[in-house]
């Protein structure tokens, strides 16, 4: 045996016992014992036991009193919980609690009851997956369950195959329904999202919640309908900003000493340079241009104007100076207000009888102009008033669950109503904003076209080249509320839908499309009467009444987890109008559909092996429309009502109604009702990859030997 450096060879070449640690001396020769675990210091064995997964952490404090008093050190649980998560719940403070000093905090109790709440997500998801009944109570336990959530939703996405160990994985996740697993992730991830977006909105119609808020977070809301799939949210939103904010120092070290007016031209200079605000004029009128988050993440960072002032006048307020949005028609800029009792110029300022502009008075104003424009020009007639296109299918006894796009004419914002938004309000803005001597003392900016200063009376002539009066300048240029940016984004969102709708998807997908439809739905609901403070009771109800009817056709075809959300948020509004009893029982409605045991349907009959042909997964085509689609259900005969048979001609078929119908999962991701004779096996991709992001909601995983999908629903078809 060799020597090694804990021991001592005798003559003989023998190890010595180690059951000693003191040395001692026999026959004339002199051992020494090799140290043991427990002689290496504290310090030491923190850092080795640092390298544990904290599971092993319980089973070291019964080592010794010694190891469970290291096993049990605050500094060693407070490295776990800072390397084991990322994300917390806000209520928690963790920020702030890592700043405090050892001792102060309970850290084990901590890490077990984070690791509590993931252990919860889990087992909630596992049980979504494992039946259709009672899921929508169960994505409302993962939102109580709080923001933490997300992280163990998050993992539960990962599926990279780029990664080395993809074939481990890849089997792993086979047993854990890959697809389902990944669909119902996302799916309660988008429903944490969305409940926080709209409590976000919900805080603009309480007076006492209105200084909670800030424009980056009521604009971050928008991308909180998208973000389903990646880890974005506010707090990325917020860091993105931050870091503009220190690349404005960074290239301008003598900042603190510039004026104000210096300072904020430096920063739209800064913006205009490294591209962050401002779109190629090709996408003007894209989608995504209308939501601050994607503005923030991709590289070209394009966005329209209303998106470009918000991320103007958020690293602004980084940097000290007081900018704010303009409540300007058709084309947001911003205002620059210098500090009180100062000019721009940093030079003191004489004081008049006037009211002073403060975030409190701004935040009540209520101002919304019409939808903005990337040209300044102005046109009262700009919103759309698109007809309905939507068309419903009625070759061969198909039935599609039309989708209720923007440009539903139920959609069309009509001109009475844009100018009764326009001038609503117009007296608390005045309170608010004092005299037009102030307004002089402004800056005005529009960062996304220009690095100069636009003077004032450049935006006076505009007003009065639409025919507004003096009367109105005071609303016009001053500035706008946090609530009505939100209301032009709505807007806004909604106008870029129609364009999509009118051309076709091209790259925008559809379930980017959906979702932003239904976040501008959700917006203008939820801030519908608080926007029109001039507008009646009766209008207002009117309105809310138009928004809700879409969002709950959006809500039941894609968002069915959401219907917490209405009864919690949308309901109370309707408590005194005759629309509140219908409404409440369509939330009743779909609760009770939720729980109720789905009814079986077995195979084991005749009539079922004679006519029901195809099973639950199996991939087709229209035999006239050509989409591709997979099984989710059948019936032995047609099952819809007269009205539906007759509407779309399935007695012209030459079997009529006395044929199998199949439930079918389109690739457009609508559920069809297809004749028997209408399916077709030709022109089948070996992978329909164009189901795959969608196929979840139903199936397991896609089976390659089998070409069909594994089917998730079996508590409904026991025998596919």
């Known amino acids: 045996m060799a020597p090694t450096a804990c021991s001592v060879i005798d003559t003989e070449g023998k190890v010595p016992s180690t059951s000693s640690k003191q040395s001692r001396s026999e026959k004339g020769q002199t051992y020494q014992s090799a140290p043991s675990f427990e002689d290496l210091p504290d310090e030491v064995l923190r850092i080795i036991l640092s390298y544990l997964q904290p599971a092993f952490l319980p089973c070291i404090?019964?080592?010794?009193?010694?190891?469970?008093?290291?096993?049990?050190?605050?500094?060693?649980?407070?490295?776990?919980?800072?390397?084991?998560?990322?994300?917390?719940?806000?209520?928690r403070r963790i920020k702030a609690k890592f700043k405090e000093p050892i001792g102060a905090i309970r850290w084990k109790d901590v890490f077990v009851s984070r690791q509590t709440t993931d252990r919860m997500t889990t087992r909630l998801l596992d049980s979504i997956l494992g039946t259709q009944r009672g899921r929508i109570s169960k994505f409302h336990e993962v939102v109580k369950l709080g923001y933490e959530t997300k992280e163990t939703l998050l993992r539960h996405m990962q599926v990279d195959d780029s990664a080395e160990d993809v074939l481990c994985r890849r089997l792993v996740y086979q047993y854990q329904m890959i697809l389902g697993i990944l669909f119902y992730a996302k799916a309660a991830l988008g429903h944490l999202h969305r409940t926080i977006a709209v409590r976000e909105w919900m805080k603009l119609n309480d007076e006492s919640t209105l200084c909670d808020t800030s424009l980056e977070r009521v604009l971050g809301a928008f991308d909180m309908f998208l973000f389903q799939e990646k880890?974005?949210?506010?707090?990325?939103?917020?860091k993105s900003l931050d870091?503009?904010?220190?690349?404005?120092?960074?290239e301008t070290p003598n900042l603190d000493g510039m004026t104000t007016r210096e300072k904020a031209l430096t920063v739209v200079r800064v913006l205009q340079k490294y591209n962050f605000i401002g779109v190629e004029e090709h996408y003007t009128r894209a989608l995504r241009n209308n939501f601050i988050g994607f503005a923030l993440r991709d590289e070209k960072h394009p966005s329209l104007p209303l998106v470009s002032v918000g991320i103007f006048c958020a690293v602004s307020q980084r940097l000290n100076i007081d900018a704010r949005p303009c409540a300007f028609p058709f084309h947001v800029h911003a205002i620059i207000v210098p500090e009180e009792g100062s000019t721009l110029d940093c030079r003191p300022m004489v004081k008049e009888a006037s009211t002073v502009l403060t975030p409190q008075s701004q935040a009540s104003g209520s101002n919304m102009a019409d939808e903005e424009q990337v040209s300044p020009a102005?046109?009262?007639?700009?919103?759309?008033q698109t007809e309905p296109n939507g068309v419903r299918q009625t070759n061969g006894g198909d039935r599609e669950h039309t989708i209720r796009t923007a440009s539903d004419g139920a959609w069309r914002i009509h001109k009475r109503d844009q100018e009764m938004t326009i001038r609503a309000g117009v007296n608390d803005a005045r309170q608010a904003n004092g005299k037009s001597s102030e307004r002089s003392s402004w800056m005005y900016l529009d960062p996304f076209s220009s690095a100069d200063e636009v003077s004032l009376q450049s935006l006076i002539s505009q007003l009065r080249a639409i025919g507004s009066s003096v009367d109105d300048d005071e609303q016009y240029l001053?500035?706008?509320s946090n609530r009505d940016m939100t209301i032009r984004t709505g807007l806004n969102i909604i106008r870029a839908v129609q364009a999509v709708t009118a051309r076709g998807a091209g790259a925008v997908s559809l379930q980017s499309k959906d979702s932003a439809f239904y976040a501008a739905t959700w917006a203008l609901t939820v801030l519908s009467g608080a926007s029109l403070s001039g507008s009646s009771p009766a209008m207002i109800a009117a309105r809310r009444k138009q928004y809700i009817t879409h969002l709950i056709t959006q809500l039941q075809t894609h968002f069915p987890s959401d219907i917490c959300l209405v009864e919690q948020y949308l309901l109370p509004f309707f408590s005194s109008h005759e629309e509140y009893p219908s409404l409440e029982q369509t939330i009743q409605a779909i609760y009770s559909t939720d729980r109720m045991p789905k009814e079986i349907k077995s195979r084991g009959s005749d009539e079922a092996d004679q006519y029901v042909l195809y099973k639950i997964g199996q991939v087709f085509r229209h035999r006239t429309q050509r989409y591709l689609a997979v099984v989710t259900g059948w019936d032995y005969r047609c099952a819809q009502d007269e009205d539906w048979i007759a509407y779309n001609g399935v007695d012209r078929l030459p079997k009529g109604r006395n044929q199998t119908f199949y439930h079918a999962l389109a690739e457009d991701n609508i559920i069809r009702y297809v004749a028997n004779e209408n399916i077709t096996f030709k022109d089948i991709p070996a992978y329909p990859e164009?189901?795959?992001?969608?196929?979840?909601?139903?199936f397991k995983r896609w089976d390659a030997d089998a070409g069909k999908f594994t089917s998730n629903i079996r508590d409904e078809y026991p025998d596919d």
């Open 231 to 238: 880890a974005g949210d506010f707090d990325d939103i917020s």
């Open 478 to 480: 001053s500035p706008a």
């Open 378 to 384: 102005i046109d009262r007639d700009m919103i759309s």
């Open 243 to 250: 870091g503009i904010a220190s690349l404005v120092r960074t």
């Open 61 to 91: 404090e019964q080592i010794s009193k010694r190891f469970q008093l290291l096993a049990t050190d605050e500094i060693l649980w407070r490295d776990q919980c800072h390397a084991s998560f990322t994300i917390w719940n806000p209520e």
């Open 690 to 698: 164009v189901l795959m992001s969608i196929a979840g909601r139903y």
